[in-house]
């Protein structure tokens, strides 16, 4: 007694044959979470096919009878997988829940992506058919990242006027919520015959 039972939610095909099922009344009944819609098409040689959809995940029994009892090794147990198969949960080290945007891109292939709001380790937990794919779950370190349009800078010394040759002058950068980074200065001096520049580099 072969069975086929489709790894897929949605309709599922059951097919049943052999001398065990010449001479009799076939039936067939589905118990789980949902009711589910059965059809049998008799393929007129002594077989037929059977669908049924569940419209609810879960475990199913799949009962094959003849004569009002059921065949060898009925019930088949079906588990039937929610629409999308695959699932994700993503925290950060706080606990917080980050939404996660899925979107299908055909034969099996997802595109996730996330928006982390904190500078906090995050935690991506994945699952296929509600059990966990390998490696799952990923731990991600999130930096601050980089602001650059947070950095002001102010002072005499970035001033279009004012400033004298030979004398000392200064301005401040001010990196507050620019998040990580390093920041460069140039300076350039224009002669009559060349330019000369001279370069900086800080952290923040």
């Given at each position: 007694m072969s069975v086929v039972v489709g790894p897929e939610a949605g309709p599922q095909t059951i097919r049943a044959w052999g001398p065990g099922l010449e001479?009799?009344?076939?039936?067939f009944a589905i118990e789980?979470?949902?009711q589910a819609k059965i059809e049998c098409a008799d393929?007129?040689?002594?077989?037929?096919?059977?669908l049924y959809w569940p419209t609810e995940p879960g475990e199913y029994a799949v009962h094959v009878t003849c004569d009002e009892q059921d065949i060898e090794h009925s019930p088949f147990?079906?588990?039937i997988a929610p629409d999308d198969q695959a699932s994700h949960a993503s925290k950060d080290a706080e606990g917080v829940p980050v939404e996660v945007q899925v979107r299908s891109k055909g034969g099996g292939v997802?595109?996730?992506s996330y928006s982390p709001s904190s500078a906090l380790k995050h935690t991506l937990a994945l699952t296929w058919g509600a059990c966990s794919i390998p490696r799952s779950p990923f731990r991600v370190a999130v930096g601050r990242g980089s602001?650059?349009?947070q950095?002001?800078?102010?002072?005499?010394?970035v001033e279009p006027t004012g400033l004298k040759a030979n004398e000392p002058t200064h301005f401040t950068v001010d990196c507050t919520g620019a998040g990580e980074g390093s920041a460069y200065t140039h300076t350039h001096t224009h002669t009559?015959?060349?330019t000369r520049m001279t370069e900086e580099e800080f952290r923040y």
């Open positions: 001479n009799g009344i076939v039936g789980g979470p949902s393929q007129n040689d002594g077989s037929c096919d059977v147990m079906a588990l997802y595109s996730c602001h650059p349009g950095v002001k800078v102010f002072g005499p010394g009559r015959t060349h």
